[in-house]
């Protein structure tokens, strides 16, 4: 779960500022390896390189997917629905 304390979220945000407003810079077929190296980077920097931490971090990176879903593209999605229709089976 992303969700933490109120009070521990502003100094994250400043200090993802710069690093975010660097990536978007970037041409638009360089911004996804960018944000690839940076979180990859800062996971190999975090966690010790031991199965039980690898494990960890599959299982963050997979949470992380599935509130991005969730709460980005889900509802995105619910509303292209309602804007164009379903996809409807052959019949």
């Known amino acids: 779960m992303p969700y933490i304390k109120a009070e521990a979220r502003p100094?994250?945000?400043r200090r993802m500022e710069a690093l975010v407003a660097h990536i978007r810079t970037l041409p638009m077929e360089?911004?996804?390896?960018?944000l690839n190296?940076?979180?990859?980077?800062?996971?190999?920097?975090?966690y010790p390189l031991?199965?039980?931490?690898?494990?960890?971090?599959?299982?963050?990176?997979?949470?992380?997917k599935q509130e991005f879903y969730r709460v980005?593209?889900?509802p995105y999605e619910d509303e292209k629905i309602k804007e164009n229709g379903a996809v409807q089976p052959q019949a």
């Open 72 to 74: 980005v593209a889900g």
């Open 30 to 34: 360089e911004q996804d390896g960018a």
């Open 50 to 64: 031991r199965y039980f931490h690898i494990n960890r971090v599959m299982g963050v990176l997979e949470c992380i």
């Open 11 to 13: 100094e994250l945000d």
């Open 37 to 46: 190296y940076t979180v990859s980077r800062m996971i190999m920097s975090i």
